[in-house]
């Protein structure tokens, strides 16, 4: 199927995107349209936009408007306790005043806004997930998206909307072709309530010449634990922030990263870990591995506010540099405006495979690559053994096998 | 325009470095503010030779062209126009205790420095207003070569030398605030050791502003040939006024091939200073520079002492030390560049905020392509004693080179109550128990202090916690 795209990213394009759509819809769309048209575009003086150039994205590809090919499987019982798990666009048309209650109502941090607004006003997909009070969703949710050929833009935004003690495991995983000039701007809403409980994973396997430029919005409440994994493995370059708000009291948070990136990739990600309410605690551990001339960057601010006491939080990030032309830039920021915390700290480091271990390795008759590949993969364990989820567990370690080779190696 | 400093009616009345000598006249003064004619003047009144006439005329358009930096802390008080850019006690330096005029003998004798000297001091400099107006170095440093002298005099009797350095480590260019010291400097210490001469002793020098409104723009440039090794001692405290004063100090810093240079900063300013000082050394191959860096007092300091690594297996250390009152901000830390392979660097920050007083750690570590084998160490620690103090660490990391090992640390915390509490049931009041923690707390750097800078810290946290608690 041909790629069905607009001329340019315009006022036109989503009077045309929006045709059809509840009256709401559109007027949500125009909104943010107008936001956009009063934000600046980022700059190199803004903190989170230093270490990537937007100057080459690749703007000229019109707005995909047909939704790409994805899958959305749901168990029939649970769709009739009232679990809704579909792209965004059937959500409007089946669920359209639930999904009116949460789309579209949340800003974020500044320096993600011009992405977060173009994404509101022009989404033509992107996943919708809402998990009635009290519903446990006991095995993973998977919207597989794959992207087509060609050159255009794809702005999709997803919805997930988790109410009072529910629960509910989400893989989110999307490819594309490689060669191909994409400016993916996903963007991704979590709304997590009272006592809910989320695992949400996203697998980011785009092709070379996608430019994805994403943000992500959660948002933690009273007694609720969440954990997102963010495992990156393609595009060409990748800028992800994630905007981590701990808002209600005694809720949890784990931020997990895993990067594999090689060739010219550059990966930049930054995070801000929010932390309002009292008694919350949130800890990120980001991976990287860098082969060839890669790139990885990281800016995560940790902030306790006044009011947010009893809190605990740590950020650590993690660089291994596989190659001579690979390079790293960690960079945690704490901004601590309290003294009444429990814990508080980041750790950061870049480095190459520690020889000893090598030549241990070695020494009982692996070869190099071999050696390598066994050493990554126990660099990335840690945050591989916190995948409760044996199904994305096994889907991650699949993406990740060109570099780190299948699991059961050791045992051939 | 007199601006009101908020900070000044909090300054007890009883503070101890808060005189001002009713007696001190001040020989020369500009009137204030700063124009292409006051930068000629200083220039004229120094007899300068005409490439740093030039060069100060230089630096003083890359002042005017520049912004403000918009990062770190609020400098948006600060009048240029509202400064004194040069004074002088005395018309020149003298060499002797006892050529030095009554009324600065007065100030000195409250510092200390004749019972220090008796003790340590291999030579001093201490520098009232803008010029060096003591300086005695010891004979037998004389006699090995070594050049201590202030750098008004350093630049009129070794021009050769002083040319040949002055304004490479940091260029004119470099930042606003250095292009204004360049412009405007005016004392400070020159300091040469020759090739394999190890000063013993370490070399001291105090600094204090004295004018109200009297900017201090001194200038430090030291020089360790190959094979040397010198301890520079630098400690300031400065008078209560009630208008905002600034200090703006450059200190340059060459250590060549298997040199040495310890550089040991404490510094006191009084609630008003806003401090703002560019700090840099090279070291060559084998070389090994310290920086250990005591910040107390100030309303705003802004200083990141830096080393850029340009040998093979230079190493470089900073040790930093911040301690932030009630509407203090202190943006301290240290910068380390590594440009040549297997170098190494180690930077430790410890900062305490306490009442409404902010601590920031900012620091960098880049490392270049091909500098295979190097190795940094950032741990960054910091104490928060109250509930509306704050604190931010801002690591910044660039590392273009696999075959390194580079790591950063940082923990916040407060005062344990449990650790209160034990003190406090061994019958010591809560302020002489949070003192004792914090000194424990910076221990690891108070250590590498020479003894009576070490005394003399501890006292000054001593004098912060008491009314800060309770």
């Known amino acids: 199927m041909p790629v069905q795209a607009a001329a340019a990213l315009d006022a036109a394009t989503l009077d045309h995107v929006s045709r059809g759509e509840p009256a709401w819809l559109v007027a949500l769309r125009a909104d943010w349209w107008r936001r956009v048209e009063a934000n600046p575009w980022p700059t190199p003086a803004q903190e989170e936009w230093k270490r990537t150039s937007l100057d080459d994205l690749p703007r000229d590809g019109g707005l995909l408007l047909d939704p790409p090919m994805a899958t959305y499987d749901l168990d029939p019982a649970l769709a009739a306790r009232g679990v809704i798990f579909s792209d965004l666009a059937t959500a409007v048309r089946e669920h359209g005043e639930l999904v009116r209650a949460h789309l579209g109502r949340n800003d974020t941090i500044a320096a993600q806004m011009p992405f977060w607004g173009r994404s509101l006003a022009g989404w033509t997909g ?32 997803s919805l997930v909307v988790l109410e009072q003690d529910a629960s509910a495991t989400l893989l989110e995983e999307i490819s594309s072709p490689d ?12 709304q997590v309530g009272y006592g809910a409980r989320l695992r949400y994973a996203n697998l980011q396997r785009l092709g070379d010449g996608v430019w994805r430029i994403g943000a992500q919005r959660v948002e933690v409440g009273q007694d609720a634990n969440v954990t997102t994994l ?45 932390l309002l309410g ?135 | 325009m007199a601006l009101p400093n908020p900070a000044a009616a909090k300054v007890p009345t009883g503070y101890k470095y808060g005189w001002h000598d009713p007696e001190m006249k001040s020989l020369h003064v500009m009137k204030k503010g700063l124009s292409r004619e006051v ?105 090995l070569g070594v050049i201590f002298l202030g750098t008004d005099e350093g630049l009129a009797k070794y021009p050769e030398i002083f040319k040949e350095y002055f304004g490479t480590v940091i260029p004119a260019n470099d930042n606003k605030l250095a292009a204004l010291n360049t412009a405007v400097w005016s004392g400070g210490s020159f300091i040469y050791v020759p090739k394999g001469v190890h000063v013993e002793l370490p070399l001291q020098a105090y600094f204090r502003i004295n004018t109200e409104n009297m900017g201090q723009f001194e200038r430090t440039l030291i020089i360790a040939d190959e094979g040397s090794s010198v301890h520079y001692v630098e400690g300031c405290t400065a008078p209560a006024y009630t208008t905002a004063s600034l200090h703006s100090a450059v200190v340059e810093i060459i250590v060549k091939k298997g040199a040495r240079v310890r550089y040991t900063t404490i510094q006191n300013w009084s609630h008003n200073v806003y401090n703002l000082v560019t700090k840099r050394a090279v070291a060559y191959e084998d070389a090994v520079m310290e920086w250990v860096d005591g910040n107390l007092g100030s309303r705003l300091t802004m200083k990141y002492p830096s080393i850029y690594l340009l040998g093979e297996r230079a190493h470089g250390e900073v040790l930093s030390i911040a301690f932030a009152g009630s509407d203090q901000h202190q943006d301290a830390g240290g910068k380390v560049i590594h440009a040549a392979p297997n170098t190494t ?46 604190s931010d660490t801002y690591p910044y990391m660039e590392i273009d080179e696999d075959d390194v090992t580079i790591g950063h640390e940082a923990t916040v915390s407060k005062v344990g109550s449990e650790q209160l509490f034990y003190l406090m049931s061994r019958g010591m009041n809560e302020a002489e128990a949070s003192a004792m923690i914090v000194n424990g707390f910076i221990e690891p750097i108070v250590k590498e202090l020479p003894m009576e800078y070490a005394v003399e810290m501890n006292r000054l946290i001593q004098l912060q916690m008491e009314g800060a608690v309770g």
């Open chain 1, 278 to 412: 009292s008694h919350t605690t949130s800890d990120l551990l980001y991976l990287s591995a860098l082969y060839d001339a890669s790139h990885a960057s990281f800016y995560g601010v940790t902030r306790v506010r006044p009011e947010a006491k009893q809190t605990s939080s740590y950020q650590e990030c993690r660089n291994l540099l596989l190659s001579p032309k690979a390079g790293a830039e960690p960079i945690p920021v704490l901004e601590i405006e309290t003294n009444d915390i429990l814990r508080c700290g980041h750790g950061a480091t870049a480095g190459h495979i520690d020889p000893i271990q090598r030549f241990y390795a070695q020494s009982r008759g692996l070869s190099a690559e071999a050696a390598e590949r066994m050493i990554v993969r126990g660099f990335f364990e840690r945050v591989v053994a916190q995948i409760d989820s044996e199904p994305i567990k096994a889907r991650i370690l699949d993406a990740l096998a060109p570099r780190i080779g299948q699991t059961d190696e050791m045992a051939a």
């Open chain 2, 39 to 143: 930068v000629e003047e200083i220039s004229r009144i120094k007899g300068e030779p005409q490439w740093m006439t030039d060069l100060r005329l230089k630096a003083y358009r890359h002042f005017e062209a520049r912004p403000m930096p918009t990062w770190g802390g609020d400098m948006s008080q600060i009048d240029f126009q509202d400064i004194f850019y040069y004074v002088t006690a005395t018309d020149k330096a003298v060499s002797s205790w006892d050529d030095v005029p009554d009324y600065i003998r007065r100030t000195y004798d409250r510092l200390g420095i004749p019972e220090a000297e008796k003790k340590y001091l291999a030579g001093v400099g201490g520098q009232y207003d803008s010029e060096v107006v003591y300086h005695n170095i010891r004979a037998d440093l004389e006699k």
């Open chain 1, 230 to 274: 963010n495992a990156e493995i393609g595009s060409g370059i990748s800028k992800v922030g994630m905007d981590l708000r701990m808002t209600g009291k005694g809720g949890t948070s784990r931020l997990l990263g895993l990067l594999a990136a090689g060739n010219a990739q550059r990966i930049d990600f930054n995070s801000c870990q929010d």
């Open chain 1, 126 to 157: 992107g996943s919708f997930l809402y998990v009635p009070a009290g519903v446990a969703v006991d095995g993973p949710l998977v919207a597989r998206t794959s992207l087509p050929a060609g050159a255009y833009t794809y702005l999709p935004h």
């Open chain 1, 179 to 190: 060669g191909h000039a994409v400016w993916f701007g996903g963007t991704a809403d979590v």
């Open chain 2, 345 to 390: 660097s180690l930077i430790t920050s410890k900062s305490i905020s306490q009442g409404t007083g902010r601590t920031s750690y900012r620091g960098l570590i880049k490392v270049y392509p091909g500098c295979h084998g190097s190795k940094s160490t950032v741990r960054c620690d910091a104490l928060i004693l109250s509930d509306e103090a704050r």
